[in-house]
């Protein structure tokens, strides 16, 4: 059986400013787009594999954390685990709209995986509503033996979430 993957990365902020004084004239109105389309493959701007969750819940103080080198996933019948050595972009939406849950995204406490955020502790929120991109299509971010453990916590509330993570599986050509 062969595969193939074919992946955009895909951010858009709109903005519409209008004169407010009463002339009703549109005083700025733009967008700041990034669109990334992705071949099959492992080099530059090339990802092969891609693991996702739907509908995730974690009670408050709960918290998941995800091997980036051994994910499983149900699929057509059957268990496939997607081992990542990159990663290329990772999408985690908090779908919880009300109450003051929230996501804490990193500080996994052994094995860390600190790439996109600076430095080992570091973490990002994600609140109700809101969703967190981070992307890197060109290189990716190493998934390493001792740097695997994305962490994903609970705070404040339970938390009802999606994720999907965008990399590859084998080692580039260069």
Partial sequence: MTTSLRSTIHAELGWTWRDVAGSGLVTNSNRLRLVQD????????????????????????????????????????????VSLLKVKAILIVNKSSGGSGYLLVGGAAADEWHAPFGAAGDTVKVMPGAGLLLSHPRDGWSVEADANQLKIAAVGDAVLFDIAILGTTSADSS
């Fill in 38 to 81: 992705l071949d099959d493959g492992h080099d530059e701007n090339q990802a092969e594999a891609v693991w996702d969750a739907a509908d995730q819940t974690l009670a408050v103080g709960g918290s998941v954390t995800l091997e980036l080198d051994s994910l499983e996933r149900p699929i057509f019948g059957d268990t496939i685990y």
